[in-house]
């Protein structure tokens, strides 16, 4: 069983950066796809980015295109989330978490392993 730990959390005005990470305790990590995933007060989780195990594919949803950047390096059970011009709306308690496909992503049911998150606050 592969544990993950995130950091990298914090508070942040609104239009300002941060990196987060996610560390694995196994290097059957490599063979994962990776999620980040985030969830804000009574809201559904729900999947930010997604990276292949491999790391050659990766997905977004819509709202953080072009502003956030997912990557990993399987070398050092790794993987980040590289967040960009942040918003209110991005405040939430984010989560690694990986599956055993890419697709499963998907689906917050899907993951074998999660984090135990990081909060992320956008305020002024």
């Known amino acids: 069983q592969v544990q993950l730990v995130e950091s990298g959390g914090g508070l942040v005005q609104p239009g300002g950066s941060l990196t987060l990470s996610c560390v694995a305790s196994?290097?059957?990590?490599?063979?994962?796809?990776v999620g980040w995933y985030r969830q804000a007060p009574g809201n559904q989780r729900e999947l930010v980015a997604g990276i292949s195990n491999g790391g050659r594919t990766t997905k977004y949803t819509d709202s953080v295109k072009d502003r956030f950047t997912i990557s990993r390096d399987n070398a050092k059970k790794t993987a980040n989330l590289q967040m960009t011009g942040l918003k209110q709306g991005d405040s939430a308690v984010y989560y690694c978490a990986v599956a055993r496909y890419f697709r499963d992503l998907s689906y917050s049911s899907k993951p074998i392993a999660w984090g135990q998150g990081t909060q992320v606050t956008v305020s002024s």
């Open positions: 196994s290097s059957v990590f490599s063979s994962y796809a």
